[in-house]
């Protein structure tokens, strides 16, 4: 423990040894902020798709492929829209960290950096909330988004993702 950690506790290093009470109460803080031993079970994040297309399955290299807009045309040459989640949704945290295995501020600069090297000409489509995800995925064709698995509606077509689906316990997504 530094000498900036016993300062926050009250307690002062003396000899390079601490008190007892110092040491109890720094150790009590670290397992308060430590995080919980057993990962608690994930709602799975749903991909879905137009309702009329064609995608069933798809690897999880393909779809990371089309969130970093590697792919940008599905196999009938129709063009892929993304819909993505705003920042602070569980479910974008969740694809941020499955599928793009990226952090917000990693996230960002790199579709910045797309746009600017004219490898796409323009982002993703951000959506305030599942109602819109579900609403435009639904309205336009080539769309592709996320939802949690909760909100799965009957228009939407959810896509297996390595052959297995959002109620699968081997789904990736979660």
């Not at 506790?9 to 009590?28: E, F, H, I, Q, S």
């Not at 069933?56 to 819909?83: C, H, K, M, V």
């Not at 599928?99 to 490898?119: H, L, N, P, S, T």
């Not at 435009?136 to 988004?145: D, Q």
Request: hydrophobic share 50%; proline share 6%; glycine share 4%.
């Amino acid at each position: 423990m530094t000498q900036a950690a016993a300062r926050v506790t009250g307690r002062y290093v003396r000899n390079g040894a601490l008190r007892l009470p110092a040491l109890l109460a720094c150790a009590m803080a670290f397992f308060a902020f430590a995080p919980p031993a057993v990962a608690q079970t994930r709602e799975a994040v749903a991909i879905v798709v137009h309702p009329e297309s064609e995608v069933t399955d798809l690897t999880s290299a393909e779809l990371r492929s089309i969130f970093l807009a590697d792919r940008q045309f599905w196999n009938d040459r129709s063009r892929i829209t993304l819909l993505v989640r705003a920042p602070s949704a569980y479910e974008r945290d969740v694809v941020l960290h499955r599928v793009y295995r990226m952090d917000e501020a990693q996230f960002r600069q790199y579709w910045i950096g797309k746009m600017f090297r004219a490898e796409v000409a323009t982002g993703p489509k951000i959506v305030a909330s599942s109602d819109m995800a579900a609403q435009l995925v639904s309205a336009i064709r080539g769309a592709i988004t996320f939802v949690p698995a909760s909100e799965i509606r009957p228009n939407m077509r959810v896509v297996r993702i390595d052959g297995k689906l959002p109620s699968d316990p081997a789904y990736p997504i979660r």
